[in-house]
C-alpha cells in the first residue's frame, strides 16, 4: 500500500507539477543540491543528437559514465548521437578540485572539466536534471525541450563525507531496493552508504566462518506490533527466513555502489546490539544464553562478554570477511547503547578488568574502559587490514585513540567533545537528521513511527559549525549524514516515504556552503525534484507541497 497523505495532497501536487512545467522554462536551473557558482546568459544550445568528445586521459569508468549519458540522452530525445549541432566535451582538468566539476554552455559547445569519477557523475546529473525526465527513464520523450541555456557553472561539495545510513536489521530490504536507495543517492549526489548490517533483531551478512549466524541469527520468531514503549503485543509470524545477503550480493552492491560514485561502509556493530549473534553462538555471552534473537526494539542488557579472548577472535574472523568484501577506508564498529550491567557481574569480564588494571572514576566505572579495550583491539585489528574506524559517540565514554572517528547521533555537544578531543567527526545530529523521526509534530496523521520530529525544514536549517569553532576544529567535521532506522518501517514505499524529500534537504546541506542555502528557492525547485520521484516511481511525503 502506497503511503500518502490525503487526496488534497495528491492535488496540491499536481498543480506544482503543472506549475512547474511552466517554472523549468522560465529557470532552467532548477538543480538540487544548489551549485556553489552559476551563470545564466542569453541563448540556448539544443543537446538533442550531440555529438560526444571525451577526453582519453579519463578512466574506464568515466568513459563508461559519459558513455551512459550519451545513450540515455539518445534513447530519450529520439536523436542519435552526432546528428545535431551541438558538442559535448568532457574535458580532464587538474584545477577542478576533487569531486567538483565545471560546466560551460555556448554556442553549440558544452565544457564539461572535473578532474575525477566523481566530478563527471555529478556534471552529468546536473545537466540530467536540466532536462526532460525521460533522461532518467530513457522513454521517448516526444517534443521535449532539449536546450540548455547558455550558462558557466562552477561547482564542488562543502563536505567530502555525504552520507546516508540504512537499517537492514531490524527490517530487511533486498539488494534491488538497496539499489534503488543507492540510485536515489546519487542523483542527490551523496557519496557515502552506511550499511547497519547487524542488530539484535536479525544478522544480515553471510559470514563464511561462521554460518549459524544468519542460519539462526537472521531469524526471529515474532515482531512486536505497535510503539515499543506503548505495547506488549506479538505478531505471532516468525520474520527473516532467507533475510540475509550472501557474499556475492554484497559484493554486487559494492560494485553497483562505485558506479555511482557511492563508496559503502559496513556496520557491524559490537559489543551491544549482539543479541542476534548470541542467539547463534551463546558462549559470545557473559551467561552463555541461552539468547533468542530480539522480538522487540529498544536496548538490551544482553551484550557480547568481552572478557573472554575467544569473543575477540570470533570478531577479528567476522571482520576479517567484511574486510575482504569492502574496499572502503573505514568500517564501522557501532559501539552505541552497551549497558555494562552483565559485566560487572561477568567473571570473565572482572578478571579482564584485574588484568588491564582499568580502574573507573567518578564519571565512568572500569565497565567503560572495558569497552575502550574492545574499541581499541577492534581499532588495532583493523589497521592491520589498512581500514579505520568509526563509532557511534558513546565511544568517547572512556579512552580512545584519535585515529578513531566520531560518528556523533545525540547532539551535537558530543561531535564537538569528540572535536575537542582531536577526533574526525560525522554529524548525524539525531534532531535533525534522523529520518526515522516522524516528519510533522502530530504523529497521529502518519504512519507509526517511532517519534520525535524532523520535518524536511528542520533537516535544511540544520549547521555543524558554531560560532566558537576555530578553523581546525571545522576541519574535523568530515560531513553530515541522516540515519535511517527501520524498526517500524515495514515496506519499501515506506522506506521511500521516510527518505524523501528530506533527502533533498539533506544533499543541499551536505554540498552548499551556509550561505549558498536558501529555503524558499529550495522549496522552489522542489517542484522539478518531484517530477524525478514521480517519473522514476519514488513513493515521498507531500507535507511540504501543501500549502
Ligand atoms: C543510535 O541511534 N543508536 C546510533
Ligand atoms: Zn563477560
Redesign the pocket.
Known sequence: MKITNHIFALAAVAVMLFWCSFASLANSINVIPQPSSVQVFDGECNIAGATFRIDKKFSKETIAAVNGFAESLKLASGKKNGRGKAVLVFELSNDIVKEGYAIEVSNNKVYVKASDFNGVLYAIETIKQMLPVEIYTKKPCDGGDWTLPYMRIEDHPRFAYRGLHLDVARHFFDIDQVKKYLDIMAIHKLNTFHWHLTDDQGWRIEIKKYPLLTEVGSIRKETLKGHFRRSKEFDGTPYGEGMWYTQDQIKEVVAYAASKGITVIPEIDLPG?MVAALAAYPELGCTGGPYEVWRTWGITKDVLCVGKESTIEFLKNVLSEVCELFPSEYIHI?G??CPKDKWKECPHCQAKIKELCLVGNEKYSAEYYLQSYITRQMEEFLATKGKKIIG?DEILEGEISKNVTV?S??GNEHGLEAIKRGHDVIM?N?GSL?FDYCQIKDSSKEPLTIGGHVSVEKVYSYEPYTDEMTDAEKARILGIQA?M?TEYITSNDYLEYMILPRLSALSEIQWCSPTGKDYGRFLEKMGAMVRIYEALGYNYAKHIFIK
Open positions: 546490539h557501532g552505541d547503547e557511534w560518528m547521533w545525540r548525524v539525531k534522523y540515519n532506522w
